[in-house]
Nanobody
Framework: VQLQASGGGLVQAGGSLRLSCAAS????????MGWFRQAPGKERDFVAG????????TYADSVKGRFTISRDNAKNTIYLGMNSLNPEDTAVYYC??????????????????WGQGTQVTVSS
């Protein structure tokens, strides 16, 4: 099983980035997917989640209206579009997969598989 996150980098406040996460080694279309982030000295926080078929999404309040999660089951890939970035968005971003009930999507403990993370740094 592998989840390979990419697309992070350094961006100025107000800028945009698009993260990607390529999955392999499991039946991607059978899993709900999520993005989490972890800033230095802080816990890993939920950012966004998407259902197996891509017809349902959920976001943390802190990113609603700025971030967009999507997936392409033909490519075994999920994406996180991030706009209006601010320094508080600086963190390592992780993609993850679970097949527990959708209602638990914001809970890190239900995720079975995790990627290695990609660093996002927003300068002021």
């Amino acid at each position: 099983v592998q989840l390979q996150a990419s697309g992070g980098g350094l961006v100025q406040a107000g800028g945009s980035l698009r993260l990607s996460c390529a999955a392999s080694g499991f039946t991607f279309r059978s899993y709900h997917m999520g993005w989490f982030r972890q800033a230095p000295g802080k816990e890993r926080d939920f950012v966004a989640g998407i259902t197996r078929g891509g017809n349902g999404v959920t976001y943390a309040d802190s990113v609603k209206g700025r971030f967009t999660i999507s997936r392409d089951n033909a490519k075994n890939t999920i994406y996180l579009g991030m706009n209006s970035l601010n320094p508080e968005d600086t963190a390592v971003y992780y993609c993850a997969a679970h097949n527990s009930p959708w209602s638990s999507t914001s809970t890190a403990q239900v995720y079975h598989y995790w990627g290695q993370g990609t660093q996002v740094t927003v300068s002021s």
